[in-house]
């Protein structure tokens, strides 16, 4: 491995660090989907029981237990209850944008080591390709041409394999912050419908 790292060059060492970037994001951003997401439909059926038997405090006391996306916003909307319409609904617009913002954290950074790495790889084989012909004027053989040629392409190499992953990920990633944002609207829509009750 040191080899192909020395062989790479400085670069190498870019990309290498970009791919411990990567990993590092997409576990905290894995651990804080784990923490903040909950099944909403039990909880809309608990709160929803609550409010049919028109306890608000008993259904703000059901999301103060848990600190997701969806507990937090079930607050905000069951803390101001009594608010008007219009109000509450702006008011939960906002909650939406807020946590959605929570969960979109990060995942533009991993986006930008997904265009960044293969750039990192190309360059880091111009250059090689660069100092090989420069070298070939001094008396280079075809086999330290095709040597040359083969460790310049090392960057190429590392730079597509940290890209591929992370645009993959960065994928997956976007998708579960879409869902979170879908379920957070429906949250959104339960509590105005049972306002309107």
């Known amino acids: 491995m040191m080899y ?5 060059g400085f670069l190498m060492w870019v990309i290498a660090g970009l791919s411990v970037i990567t990993c ?3 576990l905290e951003r894995l651990l804080f989907f784990l923490c903040n997401s909950t099944n909403p439909q039990a ?37 101001h209850w009594k608010a008007p319409y219009d109000a509450l609904k702006e008011l939960l617009l906002q909650e939406i944008r807020r946590e959605t913002f929570r969960w979109n954290k990060r995942l533009g950074l991993l986006s930008s080591i997904a265009r960044v790495a293969p750039l990192l790889g190309l360059l880091g084989t111009v250059l090689a390709m660069v ?15 095709a ?11 590392a730079g597509l394999s940290v890209a591929i992953p992370t645009i993959l990920l960065h994928t997956w ?3 579960l912050v879409d869902n979170e944002e879908e379920k957070l609207s429906r949250a ?4 105005i419908r049972e306002r309107m009750l």
């Open 4 to 8: 192909f790292m020395e062989a790479g």
């Open 24 to 26: 590092a994001v997409v």
């Open 43 to 79: 909880l809309e059926l608990k709160i929803g029981e609550a409010l049919w038997k028109g306890d608000a405090e008993a259904a703000i006391e059901l999301v103060k237990g848990r600190n997701t996306s969806l507990h937090r916003l079930f607050f905000a909307g069951l803390t």
């Open 131 to 145: 100092d090989m012909f420069q070298a070939l004027p001094e008396g280079g053989s075809m086999a330290r041409v």
């Open 147 to 157: 040597t040359g040629i083969w460790k310049a392409l090392f960057t190429t190499i």
């Open 173 to 175: 990633l976007s998708d």
């Open 188 to 191: 959104a829509e339960f509590i």
